[in-house]
């Protein structure tokens, strides 16, 4: 089965400009995540939907972040503008909250730099 | 607010030896916990689950939990260069929708 499905894998821009970052949740799951990884924060959750309804945007860190689940194969992250300070590795997971205690699948993740 | 503690390390160990893991968590309603193995520039990887007071075993990995004392713990057996990573302590409140709460992870050296 192909795993949680994030692109592109390396992103580098300008301050000012927009980022969309995209996700594919493994098929059958009905909960999606966005992190956020730095060395000074660690790992942080940004947002997380269940059945493409988002249930918890608490994480974001401000109006320049939107994120959104237009169907359940789909979701985005988008930045604007962008900052440096957001430079970071952002992470997709996934799960599926049928069973007990289901883990969170990782995506590979999208390195971001913003210049 | 929640939180996950653990010793950002590194933990050095030699190679064969047992690397012991620590993990402590604040909400008295968590109800599952996680580790994740995180390499160097690579995506969080789940290696053990535990929902139970107790140890639970997989391969070379325990990992152990005391809810009284909210505590988790992981044991890695016979340690090898290739466990040299970032080890993530994850917590997960049901009542939350599966929403998990990460430590900041410890750093493990084995040394050959």
């Known amino acids: 089965d192909a795993g949680v499905i994030q692109s592109p894998r390396h992103e580098v821009t300008e301050m000012g400009q927009e980022v969309t970052l995209r996700c594919k949740p493994i098929?059958?799951?009905?909960?999606l995540f966005w992190y956020r990884q730095t060395m000074m924060r660690g790992l942080e959750l940004l947002i997380y939907?269940?059945?493409?309804?988002?249930?918890?945007d608490s994480g974001m860190p401000e109006d320049r972040f939107s994120a959104k689940m237009p169907n359940a194969s789909f979701s985005t992250l988008k930045i604007q503008p962008s900052e440096p300070r957001d430079s970071a590795v952002y992470f997709c997971a996934s799960t599926n909250r049928w069973g007990p205690n289901q883990p969170q699948h990782f995506g590979d993740g999208t390195r971001l730099s913003i210049l | 607010q929640k939180e996950v503690e653990q010793n950002s390390g590194p933990l050095s160990v030699p190679e064969g030896a047992i690397a012991s893991l620590n993990c402590t968590y604040s909400d008295r309603g968590s109800q599952s916990f996680f580790w994740y193995r995180q390499y160097s520039g690579k995506s969080p990887e789940l290696i053990m689950s535990?929902?139970?007071?107790g140890d639970k075993e997989d391969g070379r990995f325990t990992a152990q939990l005391n809810k009284a004392s909210q505590y988790v713990s992981l044991l890695i057996r016979d340690s090898q260069p290739s466990d040299s990573a970032t080890y993530l302590c994850a917590v997960n409140d049901r009542a939350a929708g599966n929403k998990l709460t990460f430590g900041g992870g410890t750093r493990v050296l084995v040394k050959p």
């Open positions: 939907f269940n059945n493409n309804v988002p249930i918890d």
């Open positions: 098929s059958g799951h009905d909960y």
């Open positions: 535990i929902y139970s007071n």
